[in-house]
């Protein structure tokens, strides 16, 4: 089935910095790579996703990169603000009908004032 | 709101209790799923209904037994629980064939 890794763990920024994420994969054949945000005490809610097709998507200070080659995204925050302190989840198709999705281990982003 | 609701949302057992959980989207989707989350695996998968039948299972114990009786409800029956089993339990939902997951505000469960 899917593997996917997720670094870092946490993440620690100063308001204004950048932040990435990034995320490997080992089933060459996922086609879909969504990145869900949970925030304290709250739901895990999608925040953008990417396919395929594409190697790039961006959505105001959001961007997924996808790099099929080497079977890698990465999310990339811009101008982070306090409000982006989270838990930031990958995701990948599982193999099996594509259904589910498998879900990287999560990153913690603490964004400083 | 996202449009999928679980109750309860708190709940204490103890290891000889039966409860249930429950999950209703009102999404009009056709797939729902059960993931636990806890510190050791952050959102991991336990059961995966499509167009009302079960087509993963993923190796859960059989102390948690999942009932989806059609396309908008999803119950998860509990019963002989560890206190391992403690934890946050989402259910979420999406069309056939993948896509966005819209989950629930979970259920945190507590088992004594």
């Known amino acids: 089935g899917e593997n996917v890794e997720q670094h870092p763990s946490t993440l620690s920024v100063q308001e204004g910095d950048s932040a990435v994420i990034k995320c490997t994969y080992s089933?060459?054949?996922?086609?879909?790579f969504p990145w869900y945000k949970q925030e304290l005490g709250k739901r895990p809610q999608l925040i953008i996703d990417i396919r395929s097709n594409v190697g790039e998507k961006k959505d105001q200070r959001i961007a997924v990169t996808l790099n099929k080659t080497a079977k890698h995204f990465s999310l990339h925050i811009t101008e982070t603000q306090p409000e982006d302190s989270a838990v930031y989840f990958c995701?990948?198709?599982?193999?099996?009908?594509?259904?589910?999705?498998?879900f990287g281990s999560g990153t913690r982003l603490q964004v400083q004032p | 709101e996202t449009g999928v609701t679980q109750t309860p949302r708190h709940l204490v057992m103890g290891m000889t209790n039966k409860k249930s959980l429950k999950c209703e989207q009102h999404l009009g989707h056709n797939a729902m799923y059960w993931y636990k989350q806890s510190a050791k695996k952050p959102l991991e998968l336990m059961f995966v209904?499509?167009?009302?039948?079960?087509?993963e299972n993923n190796s859960v114990p059989s102390r948690f037994s999942p009932e989806c009786p059609n396309s908008s409800h999803l119950f998860l029956h509990l019963h002989t629980l560890q206190p391992e089993d403690s934890a946050l339990y989402l259910c979420?939902?999406?069309?056939?064939?993948?896509?966005?997951?819209?989950f629930g505000p979970g259920t945190r469960l507590t088992v004594t």
């Open positions: 089933d060459s054949a996922s086609n879909y």
């Open positions: 995701a990948a198709p599982m193999d099996t009908g594509r259904r589910a999705l498998t």
């Open positions: 209904y499509s167009l009302e039948e079960r087509v």
């Open positions: 979420a939902s999406s069309q056939e064939g993948g896509g966005e997951q819209y």
